[in-house]
């Protein structure tokens, strides 16, 4: 039982690439979420979808988008990159019943140039 | 979102129990407690959650003061794998949209001395 696999783990672009973070999980779980942490501070929520077909905003979404096409993957995308995307990035995952815990990648290191 | 407060760091002794205070006065009754942690170039790791009555796991225990206002996180023999940033986080379980939402504040830096 993989859990919930990121690739890349790390990953340099110039300001004005495009990308796609690719976040995958074998749980079957509903709900899957994108986060980002900057140096020395919590995450914060960018998308987040609650099933295939089904995304909505979180805290940061500017500047990326998402989409969910299956239960398994929900890969996040930067159309433009800018320096100020420079972070570490999180995929997280959890089913919908109840108050259960969420599931979290080992995270993606982004820099952009 | 009803917000939590933790200090920022602290530091413990190798094998001693360490108490991780979070003051969350305006909880609201559907608040859930949760607690993650993050061990350095790793992502958060689900630690506990409760909603009223102390839990204990296998990784630690969460006491919950009678009116909610603040818990505290135990980890009863602290060991150096344990050094990392502790978060406490409300979800509100009244919303199903919500509910599904983790903010994450600064956490607590957990140092562990040998």
């Known amino acids: 039982n993989a859990g919930v696999t990121q690739t890349p783990k790390f990953q340099v672009l110039k300001t004005g690439q495009s990308m796609t973070l690719q976040c995958a999980q074998d749980?079957?779980?509903?709900?899957m979420s994108w986060y980002r942490q900057d140096p020395g501070m919590g995450l914060r929520l960018i998308h987040y979808s609650v099933g295939a077909g089904i995304t909505d905003q979180g805290e940061v979404p500017n500047g990326y988008n998402v989409s969910r096409s299956t239960t398994e993957d929900f890969p996040l995308r930067l159309l433009s990159a800018a320096p100020s995307q420079t972070s570490v990035y999180f995929c997280?995952?959890?089913?919908?019943?109840?108050?259960?815990?969420?599931?979290f990648g080992d995270g993606t290191r982004l820099s952009i140039l | 979102d009803a917000k939590t407060t933790q200090p920022n760091s602290m530091e413990s002794n190798e094998e001693e129990p360490v108490h991780l205070p979070c003051n969350h006065s305006?909880?609201?009754?559907?608040?859930?407690i949760h607690w993650y942690r993050q061990l350095p170039s790793q992502g958060p790791e689900y630690v506990i959650h409760g909603l009223t009555s102390n839990v204990n796991n296998r990784m630690a225990s969460l006491a919950i003061a009678e009116d909610r206002k603040s818990s505290t996180l135990i980890l009863h023999r602290a060991t150096l794998r344990d050094a990392a940033v502790y978060y406490c986080i409300l979800r509100d379980g009244s919303k199903v949209d919500s509910s599904y939402k983790l903010i994450f504040g600064s956490g607590t830096r957990l140092l562990v001395r040998p």
């Open positions: 997280a995952s959890r089913i919908t019943l109840g108050s259960q815990p969420q599931h």
């Open positions: 305006t909880i609201s009754g559907t608040d859930y």
């Open positions: 749980m079957n779980h509903e709900y």
